[in-house]
């Protein structure tokens, strides 16, 4: 898990194994969910080679927000720059940034999303991409 959260369940390997010997509903959810991430990786490689870190901080929270349904989660400065690909100081002047624009709160490890929306005009087309992506192959 990338967000500490209380939605995630274990299996242990041998479970996982016997389940996806199965191909019932596990193993679907696990094929297209590898499908998804696959597309997204190949998408995050261009997007990187190409949009300004802003863009990609902006993605990258929307994403992050999708993922845990809330809009305030835990997220640490050394995480968030390796997901990002930066230095920590990159990510220190982008949250500032963002915070003064009223887009986001960030303090102590917590983010909170207070303006999706514009966040969202903040972000990159690759978001949108992924978002499409996901559940196009994942719907809920």
Known sequence: M???????????????LE???RKGGLYQLVRRYAQAYSL?????TACN?????????????????????ADKF???HEFF???????????????QAFQSAGLIQY??????ILDRERLKQ?????????????EDLLPA
């Open 49 to 69: 080679s190409v949009h300004a870190v802003e863009e990609r901080c902006a993605k990258w929270l929307l994403m992050t927000h999708d993922r845990v349904g």
């Open 81 to 95: 720059a390796t997901m990002l690909g930066v230095r920590r100081a990159t990510v220190t002047v982008v949250a």
């Open 74 to 76: 835990l997220l640490t």
């Open 107 to 112: 303090a102590r490890g917590v983010i909170t």
């Open 122 to 134: 903040a972000s990159c087309e690759c978001y949108d991409v992924v978002a499409r992506q996901f």
């Open 2 to 16: 990338q967000v500490p959260g209380e939605s995630a369940q274990a299996l242990s390997a041998a479970e996982f």
């Open 40 to 44: 997204f990786s190949m998408q995050a």
């Open 19 to 21: 389940e996806m010997e």
